[in-house]
């Protein structure tokens, strides 16, 4: 197969930037009006985030994520009953990422909540209005010559429509997926045998499952973005209501033959303050010839305060299961931290409790950017000579910096500058993006300690990128150097020489090959200028060909 490349030299602006989770992108002063803000990086409370997991990523044996799942209790009802679990879905080291009020990785699965990821603009937006909500435009994306100048200006500048909907991630008493609302009814994706409601007289969904029974979200958590004043008037701005609800928790679950409630209770809303995403902007001239790069400093311009509420009890006719918090201030995040769970019959006699005993990553660490609460044991029992352990160990220490984290394209940890978030690729100093699994790897639980005296040990390994044949998504250089000489100038003959080079599956090779042009002249820069060779005008002509076979 033939390849060409056809050279070719522009003078003009470039603005190059990057974004990870929770970190956004925006760009230098552009020529047409563009999005400052990705919505959808607002990350909501770290225990809201921690549940919704496991409806962003469905916990199977098929995303190489383990099913650690260890039942606590039940809160038993009449006929209705829900299972509490601690749960453990980590399938990386994300430094952005905070540890909810069980730990690092862990989540406590005692009812269930739904958790918005805000897509452009915020549902419902009353600042938008009904006509600029995604439900009265997307029929704009079906319709020819319906993206008019006039639209995008609405879009762009004037920030009064909404081009796409948010998403809402669903888990409870074993249920987990997405969906979306269009005209105020739900969208399931994967579909499941589910009624969605979005209630109209309360802030919040119900969900009836097949069986009959309601589970009714009405248990609002809210995130308050900070208003900072735009440093760019060439760049519109948009910013969410103030304040907008974030997630649900589930407020109470209702039996078919509405014989049978149980209720859940939460605490007052703890403010949970949050940086947001974080910018970097890279503009490259490239009408000066030496090609000069303004590299902006680190950004964090949308941070926001998280109104976080925590599960208190559950409530059935049999039974109140209480979840306490510790009276010690965390010293990673504000927040509350579980301290124990304490199980009590109908008569209020104590039959059960579950003491949760946390501790620190980098534990010499005074400042909470550095710093993440681990789970290290949980005791069952109420008599201390006979408690039921478990333990829990972790392969490494996790000492990485919240705020200012090496990330690879994907948001994982792989230990790389930690001030600057543009690829190497396109600034000279810039961060290398490659995945470094011993750095995405740090501080994953690698084994587990039952009360039995028994143990289950956890070796994690990357995983490889899928682009239709399983390959690693990492490039490796691969040499074959090969060099096509003219002895003079005037000659115009194909010169053909060959050399070999092996790859051992069917994949996409790309040439990097360079060519010293017959005629070059020399651009002085002024004094103290490097002098910068310049292809003339006759060779950019060239188009050169390389013919790979076998």
């Known amino acids: 197969m033939f390849f060409k490349k056809t050279i070719a ?17 925006q760009t230098s002063p552009p020529a047409v009006p563009q999005f400052a803000l990705r919505t959808d990086l607002i990350p909501p409370s770290p225990n809201a985030a921690s549940l919704g997991k496991f409806g962003a990523v469905p916990v199977s044996l098929s995303t190489g ?7 606590l209790t039940e809160a038993v009802g009449k006929q209705l009953k829900v ?7 980590n399938n990386g080291f994300k430094p952005t990422e905070e540890a909810s009020w069980v730990g690092y990785g862990f989540s406590l699965d005692a009812g269930g909540v739904i958790t918005r990821t805000v897509k452009d603009k915020v549902d419902g937006d009353i600042f938008i209005g009904p006509d600029g909500q995604y439900d009265h ?3 704009r994306f079906h319709q020819p010559d319906s993206i008019t100048q006039d639209f995008l200006d609405h879009v762009m500048w004037n920030q009064s429509y909404d081009v796409e909907p948010d998403i809402y991630t669903y888990n409870f008493c074993g249920y987990a997926g997405k969906f979306i609302l269009y005209n105020n009814k739900a969208y399931q994706y994967p579909y499941q045998q589910l009624t969605i409601i979005k209630e109209t007289a309360v802030d919040g969904f119900t969900i009836i499952t097949p069986d009959g029974t309601a589970y009714r979200f009405w248990q609002p958590e809210t995130t308050t973005p900070l208003d900072k004043d735009n440093d760019n008037a060439d760049r519109p701005k948009y910013t969410p209501p103030n304040p907008y609800t974030s997630s649900w928790y589930l407020l109470s679950m209702t039996s078919a033959d509405l014989k049978d409630v149980i209720n859940f209770s939460y605490s007052i809303p703890q403010v949970i303050p949050q940086n947001g995403p974080a910018s970097q902007t890279l503009t490259i001239n490239v009408t ?17 305060r998280v109104n976080s509420r925590l599960l208190t009890k559950i409530t059935t006719s049999k039974m109140h299961i209480d979840f306490n918090q510790s009276p010690i201030i965390r010293q990673d995040v504000t927040g509350g931290a579980l301290d124990n769970i304490m ?4 008569q209020e006699e104590l039959i059960n409790k579950f003491k949760f005993n946390l501790d620190y990553f980098n534990t010499a660490s005074t400042t909470k950017d550095t710093k993440r609460m681990r789970l290290s044991s949980v005791d069952e029992g109420l008599t201390a000579g006979k408690l039921k352990k478990h333990y829990f160990f972790y392969n490494t220490d996790l000492t990485e910096s919240k705020s200012h984290p090496g990330v690879d394209h994907w948001g994982y940890s792989n230990g790389s500058s930690t001030s600057v978030l543009i690829p190497a690729k396109f600034y000279p100093g810039g961060a290398n993006k490659d995945p470094d699994f011993s750095h995405a790897n740090q501080g994953m639980l690698n084994r587990i300690v039952y009360p039995t005296g028994g143990s289950s040990v956890l070796e ?6 899928n682009n239709d044949h399983s390959v690693n998504y990492v490039y490796n250089d691969l040499y074959a150097n090969l060099d096509a000489n003219r002895a003079d100038t005037t000659t115009t003959n194909v010169i053909t020489q060959s050399t070999s080079f092996y ?10 090959y360079s060519r010293n042009p017959k005629a070059i002249y020399i651009h002085h820069m002024g004094p103290g200028r490097k002098h910068l060779p310049k292809i003339s005008p006759m060779t950019l002509q060239l188009t050169p060909a390389v013919m790979v076979t076998g």
């Open 9 to 25: 030299f522009s003078c003009c602006l470039l603005a190059l930037c990057l974004f990870f989770n929770r970190i956004y992108a």
């Open 65 to 71: 994520v383990p099913n650690i799942s260890i039942p």
């Open 83 to 89: 299972p509490i679990t601690l749960n453990y879905h």
């Open 137 to 139: 435009v997307d029929w």
């Open 288 to 304: 000066d010839p030496l090609w000069g790069y303004d590299l902006s400093q680190l950004k964090f311009t949308v941070p926001t």
């Open 343 to 346: 199980v009590y019959n109908y």
């Open 460 to 465: 994690f390994e990357p995983n490889l990128y």
């Open 503 to 512: 790859i051992n599956e069917a994949q996409m090779v790309y040439l990097n």
